[in-house]
């Protein structure tokens, strides 16, 4: 990934190529605002990303200093 890229995936469950696991999440920061996006998919046909909500429903927000970590 170039370092200048927008988004970063931080982390990543089952796999699109699997036939055992049908299901794929991901969870990608944006490094300029720092919020944080789910992607889902279904074996690797169709998929949707929407923000990933906290507990108490705003959106999950990096701080600067993870997201300089991600930088790395």
């Not at 990934?1 to 794929?24: C, L, P, W």
Request: hydrophobic share 30%; charged share 25%.
């Amino acid at each position: 990934m170039a370092k200048n890229d927008r988004f970063i995936r931080v982390y990543t469950q089952g796999d699109t190529f699997s036939q055992e696991s049908t299901h794929h999440v991901e969870i990608w920061a944006d490094r300029v605002t720092g919020v944080n996006y789910i992607y889902c998919s279904e074996r690797g046909d169709c998929g949707g990303m929407t923000p990933l909500l906290g507990h108490d429903g705003q959106p999950v927000i990096m701080s600067e200093d993870e997201i300089e970590k991600l930088k790395g």
